[in-house]
């Protein structure tokens, strides 16, 4: 059995599936999505033990192909289609993609909007016009920017874009912990949230900073007390400051394991004493 990871056809969104059909990467393939076919792009396969989750369908075929690219010619018009009525209904939404199932026999419209939505009427135009079943679907800034794509600061491809399935909790702390500066204009992504990055080495700098003295803390050194001036969380070095009997001041780096200071005590510590005491 394997485990494949498929790009559909008008997104970057990666599904995971099941298949027991032997597969490689950008094989075309057909699988099952909300109760209708999909066409996606192999782009990640594994083996694996499981026999739990969505199973694909079927390697695609010709028909399956010019069914495809029917569906992507219609999906452009039906695109075009649905701005043109927002516009003309004068709704507050923003639409970002369009995609017919691959019987034709459903489209899905994905939009972002700042307010909630009445709908009806651009439903009715829309099946009107489109002569099939239509699903508007509501996403957040984070899909836009996984189904648009685009280049992050990093000068790489967004994550969302190309490798990430799921969207972890990032938060203004993990900037703070990791030392950056806490303006959103620096730490966020194309989208306008926290960066996803942000999430990745959380929880080696979380570790870190628990082993690292404080800033403006005093550590023993070889040299004498001095206060620590500076974190180097990546190379575990300490920059401390020594002031000399003359007034002058010396600034040396130190590794953790040549300094000693009193660690910041654990929550589970804490408690451990308390109990201790009770």
Same mark, same amino acid.
């Given at each position: 059995?394997?485990?494949?990871?498929?790009?559909l056809?008008n997104?970057?969104?990666?599904?995971?599936?099941?298949?027991?059909?032997?597969?490689?990467?950008?094989?075309m393939?057909?699988?099952?999505?909300?109760?209708?076919?999909?066409?996606g792009?192999?782009?990640?396969?594994?083996?694996?033990?499981?026999?739990?989750?969505?199973?694909?369908?079927?390697?695609?075929?010709?028909?399956?192909?010019?069914?495809?690219?029917?569906?992507?010619e219609?999906?452009?018009?039906?695109?075009?289609?649905?701005?043109?009525? !927002?516009?003309?209904?004068k709704?507050?939404?923003?639409? !970002?993609?369009?995609?017919?199932?691959?019987?034709?026999?459903? !489209?899905?419209?994905?939009?972002?909007?700042?307010?909630?939505?009445?709908?009806?009427?651009?439903?009715?135009?829309?099946?009107?016009?489109?002569?099939?079943?239509?699903?508007?679907r509501?996403?957040?800034?984070?899909?836009?920017?996984? $189904?648009?794509?685009?280049?992050?600061?990093?000068?790489?491809?967004?994550?969302c874009?190309?490798f990430?399935?799921?969207?972890?909790?990032v938060?203004?702390?993990?900037?703070?912990?990791?030392?950056?500066?806490?303006?959103?204009?620096?730490?966020?992504?194309?989208?306008?949230?926290?960066?996803?990055?942000?999430?990745?080495?959380?929880?080696?700098?979380?570790?870190?900073?628990?082993?690292?003295?404080?800033?403006?803390?005093? !550590?023993? $050194?070889?040299?004498?007390?001095?206060?620590?001036?500076?974190?180097?969380?990546?190379?575990?070095?300490?920059?401390?400051?020594?002031?000399?009997?003359?007034?002058?001041?010396?600034?040396?780096?130190?590794?953790?394991?040549?300094?000693?200071?009193?660690?910041?005590? $654990?929550?589970?510590?804490?408690?451990?004493?308390?109990? $201790?005491k009770?």
């Amino acid at each position: 059995m394997q485990r494949v990871e498929v790009r559909l056809q008008n997104t970057n969104k990666l599904e995971s599936f099941l298949s027991d059909i032997k597969l490689k990467v950008s094989d075309m393939i057909v699988v099952e999505i909300d109760g209708s076919e999909a066409f996606g792009e192999v782009v990640f396969v594994r083996e694996t033990q499981s026999i739990e989750g969505r199973k694909v369908l079927r390697l695609a075929n010709e028909k399956d192909k010019k069914q495809a690219k029917k569906g992507k010619e219609l999906s452009k018009k039906a695109y075009d289609t649905t701005k043109s009525l !927002v516009e003309k209904l004068k709704l507050d939404m923003n639409i !970002v993609n369009v995609t017919y199932s691959l019987d034709l026999s459903k !489209v899905v419209i994905e939009f972002v909007s700042d307010n909630r939505v009445d709908f009806r009427e651009l439903i009715k135009e829309l099946v009107a016009n489109l002569k099939t079943r239509v699903e508007l679907r509501q996403i957040t800034a984070r899909e836009q920017a996984q $189904t648009v794509g685009g280049i992050g600061s990093c000068g790489r491809m967004c994550c969302c874009a190309t490798f990430l399935k799921d969207f972890e909790k990032v938060s203004m702390k993990m900037a703070k912990v990791q030392g950056l500066a806490l303006n959103p204009s620096k730490i966020s992504g194309a989208c306008g949230r926290l960066m996803c990055c942000l999430e990745y080495e959380n929880p080696f700098y979380a570790d870190i900073s628990t082993r690292m003295p404080k800033i403006n803390s005093e !550590v023993k $050194t070889k040299d004498g007390i001095g206060v620590v001036v500076y974190q180097n969380l990546l190379k575990e070095l300490v920059s401390v400051k020594f002031t000399n009997k003359d007034g002058s001041i010396n600034i040396k780096d130190f590794s953790l394991d040549e300094i000693k200071f009193d660690k910041p005590e $654990t929550l589970q510590g804490k408690k451990d004493k308390d109990d $201790t005491k009770k």
